[in-house]
């Protein structure tokens, strides 16, 4: 039986302009996971910094960033299709855009939704595995370890 997409964890392209409205499921902006993560890793970690000279100085919080890191897993064996056509789609989440649009070459700011949990960030690692194939040696399933980071949260 098929899960219905509002089950599903997204990814998606937070739009700077409105970045409390998240896109619609059929927009571009968004990938639909296949299977929902089995774990989400959240951590959160302070940067301190020393205000004063000598050795009673205080510390303070310069910056405070957060990390999610989860694994999703891609399979296109039903089809046959090359399963990248999917993961790209989360790789391009990497991609700063064009330099004369965006000149300090910042990548996306990126939404995570599953259920109630929320996560805005960007994406900071992408790491996929091809783990079968077809006989022809076309790449069916993918398992995709993504890390966002977000400061301040």
Same mark, same amino acid.
């Given at each position: ?5 509002? %089950? ?7 739009? &700077?302009?409105?970045? +409390? ?7 571009? =902006?968004?990938?639909?996971? &296949? ?9 959160? &970690? ?12 205080? !510390? ?10 989860? =694994?999703?897993?891609? =399979?296109?064996? %039903? ?8 993961? =790209?789609? #989360?790789? &391009? ?28 960030? #960007?994406?900071? +690692? ?19 370890? #993504?890390?966002?980071?977000? !400061?301040?949260?």
């Amino acid at each position: 039986m098929r899960m219905p997409d509002e %089950h599903k964890a997204k990814l998606f392209k937070v739009d &700077q302009a409105n970045p +409390s409205q998240e896109p619609n499921g059929d927009s571009p =902006d968004v990938v639909l996971v &296949q299977f929902n993560p089995t774990t989400l890793g959240y951590s959160v &970690q302070n940067t301190l910094e020393k205000k004063g000279r000598d050795a009673n100085a205080k !510390q303070f919080v310069a910056q405070t960033t957060a990390k999610l890191e989860f =694994d999703l897993v891609f =399979d296109s064996t %039903h089809d046959g299709g090359d399963v990248r056509r999917d993961t =790209d789609k #989360i790789k &391009q989440f990497l991609n700063p855009g064009d330099k004369s649009t965006n000149k300090d070459q910042a990548p996306p700011l990126v939404g995570f939704r599953w259920g109630t949990f929320l996560f805005k960030g #960007i994406v900071e +690692s992408f790491k996929e595995t091809l783990e079968f194939f077809s006989a022809e040696g076309v790449p069916l399933r993918a398992t995709l370890k #993504i890390g966002l980071a977000a !400061q301040d949260p």
